[in-house]
């Protein structure tokens, strides 16, 4: 046998006693016969196919955050985006109606008035605090409601148990983003959910390492979901659910740690001159607080607010920061900050970024495991840079 058959066929080293599990970094996977491949790729027997729907790594991701979210099963896949576009792709058809939470990611809102309405499909734009408004835009033919909750960057909480019954009489899916508060702040499907959604770069990596999504459920609804992922392939890194795999490990501990931070920034933040409506989903008067201490368990580490003064202004405090970085993630252990009305909303109208609160003088804070106090001392001297 020559040497470059040998190095090629030598087989790996068994793994099982390994303490962290190893990557299953494969993009197919050998079978004992013609006959198991048969039964593998006919769902007749189970197992391992092909990695762009079935990977052991990307597998125990799914495992763990459907235990955490208190989900029969759970979908890995490419991003949060790839995640919507799931779910568009599964369970809507030409004719459906969309209601979707205003205020949502601003890329979210344009897949699905952008793309989704080339098929056929209607989407209406809803209020995401207002219930009575959700129940008078629901039509016989709407068949989704999304919704983030909180929403980014203005904290308003949607009513996810009176959505969710909403959505059960009128034959629809409720569809919660869950990517601020984590399952270890907030379980959507206790409170009615049909699916949760998670864009897994966030909070679950936590280290702002890798993109991915997550779908969470029960097992009829994922199954379909999974199928679709099976045809199109926007399947997640084998890597990348190692990563997630590993960061849901310390999750409870970073978000616990993340708010306690926010907190004492907060604090500090309320004294400063210049800031002005300041909002957080801890402060005592969110109009919302009610509810807000009935379906969270804790509160994602964002402070958003406004700077006395005009976008110029806000750009020059942004630009002033020296150890707070420009970053339009969420969810790192570096805290940062970002210019919602141009980033992550820029895709909105000016009239759709007013009515949602998106001014061009607001500024999104997620504030990170960095000492809080280095924090505040940062912003502080960027805010006597453009205001003394």
């Not at 408004?133 to 709407?142: P, V």
């Not at 004294?271 to 005592?284: K, M, N, P, S, V």
């Not at 003064?309 to 806000?314: E, H, L, Q, S």
Request: charged content about 20%.
């Amino acid at each position: 046998m020559q040497s470059i058959t040998q190095a090629i066929h030598t087989r790996p080293v068994c793994t099982r006693d390994s303490h962290a599990e190893s990557v299953a970094l494969t993009s197919a996977y050998d079978f004992a016969s013609a006959e198991q491949a048969s039964a593998r790729f006919s769902g007749a027997e189970p197992g391992n196919v092909y990695s762009r729907f079935t990977n052991p790594s990307v597998a125990l991701f799914e495992r763990k955050i459907a235990a955490l979210e208190a989900g029969e099963a759970a979908v890995g896949l490419a991003s949060g985006m790839a995640a919507y576009l799931t779910v568009g792709m599964t369970f809507l058809q030409q004719g459906d109606h969309v209601l979707i939470g205003s205020g949502i990611f601003g890329t979210t809102t344009h897949l699905f008035r952008e793309y989704f309405t080339r098929f056929g499909i209607e989407v209406t734009s809803v209020a995401v605090n207002d219930s009575a408004a959700w129940q008078k835009k629901i039509k016989k033919q709407t068949r989704l409601l999304l919704v983030e909750s909180p929403t980014n960057p203005m904290l308003q909480i949607a009513h996810l148990s009176s959505l969710a019954a909403l959505a059960k009489k009128n034959n629809a899916l409720l569809v919660v983003d869950n990517t601020l508060l984590s399952p270890i702040f907030q379980q959507p499907l206790t409170l009615g959910a049909d699916i949760v959604l998670h864009s897994a770069g966030k909070f679950l990596d936590g280290q702002g390492r890798c993109v991915g999504g997550a779908l969470i459920g029960k097992t009829e609804l994922i199954k379909p979901a999974r199928a679709y992922l099976r045809s199109t392939g926007v399947c997640m890194s084998p890597f990348n659910a190692w990563v997630f795999s590993k960061g849901l490990e310390t999750l409870q501990a970073r978000m616990l740690m993340h708010e306690q931070n926010c907190r004492y920034v907060y604090q500090a933040l309320q004294q400063e001159a210049g800031i002005t409506d300041l909002f957080a989903t801890f402060h005592t008067q969110h109009p919302q607080r009610m509810l807000i201490q009935q379906q969270q368990k804790g509160h994602v580490p964002i402070l958003t607010f406004r700077l006395d003064g005009d976008k110029a202004r806000v750009w020059c405090f942004m630009n002033a920061l020296k150890l707070v970085r420009l970053c339009t993630n969420i969810g790192d252990a570096q805290t940062m900050i970002t210019h919602p009305a141009s980033t992550t909303h820029g895709r909105y109208s000016t009239e759709e970024r007013q009515k949602s609160g998106i001014s061009d003088n607001l500024v999104r804070l997620c504030i990170g495991l960095d000492d809080p106090g280095d924090v505040v001392r940062d912003i502080q001297q960027a805010l006597k840079s453009v205001l003394s």
